[in-house]
Every structure is written in C-alpha cells, then in structure tokens.
Nanobody, 126 residues
Framework: QVQLVESGGGLVQAGGSLRLSCAASGRTFSSYTMGWFRQAPGKERDVVAVISWSDGNTYYEDSVKGRFTISRDNAKNTVYLQMNSLKPEDTAVYYC???????????????????WGRGTQVTVSS
C-alpha cells in the first residue's frame, strides 16, 4: 500500500520561503513520477511541479518557474518542494501525488495520478 505524507506547510509572509516534504512508502518508486499539486478554495486542483524519480527530469507550472524547485532524495524516499519568493496567490492546500510512469512524458493532470497525500496548508500573507 502506497502512502504519501506531506509536511512543511504553514503561514509565511509574502516574499518568504517554505519547504514541503513528501515521504513516500510502500513501494519502490524508481519508476514513478511524483507531482506536487495545489488547490485554492473554490478552485480546481492544479499541477505545480512534477519530477521523474528515475532520471530527475522536472516540469514546472509557469507561475512558479524560477521560484519553486522540486527535488527527490532516493535514500529517504522523499520528494521536496522548495518554495521561494512566495506570493499571496500561492495560498492553497498542497498535495503530493504519485503514479507509475509508463512513458517519459510528464503527467500533469490530477486524474492521471493513483496515489495522494492528505495535503498540507500553505498560507501566504500580504
């Protein structure tokens, strides 16, 4: 049984930084794609960043490029999202997700992911 547990959310002022962690267990993730998604109140869940566990290739949504960095620690089975220069519009619940990667393409839609964490709240004050 795959389990994903997020941590690291909180309240931060605009311009500040947070690092989210996603601890993964229950499987060997070497052939998996991991994603960070976020959902603001009244809005759909959208992709933030994606990383291929096997080769480390990454994808970023346009609004976070240059500010957020997704990375993985194979030894710890953990995926990170370093968020810098945070803006009030980054406020949302952030979710970690995983799916088996059948190809090298990026999986960007929530419906393409099989496993989800419970989410962690990120609030950026102005």
């Amino acid at each position: 049984q795959v389990q994903l547990v997020e941590s690291g959310g909180g309240l931060v002022q605009a311009g500040g930084s947070l690092r989210l962690s996603c601890a993964a267990s229950g499987r060997t993730f070497s052939s998996y794609t991991m994603g960070w998604f976020r959902q603001a109140p009244g809005k759909e869940r959208d992709v933030v960043a994606v990383i291929s566990w096997s080769d480390g290739n990454t994808y970023y949504e346009d609004s976070v490029k240059g500010r957020f960095t997704i990375s993985r620690d194979n030894a710890k089975n953990t995926v990170y999202l370093q968020m810098n220069s945070l803006k009030p519009e980054d406020t949302a619940v952030y979710y970690c997700a995983a799916r088996f990667a059948y190809s090298s393409r990026y999986y960007l839609q929530p419906r393409e992911y099989d496993y989800w964490g419970r989410g962690t709240q990120v609030t950026v004050s102005s």
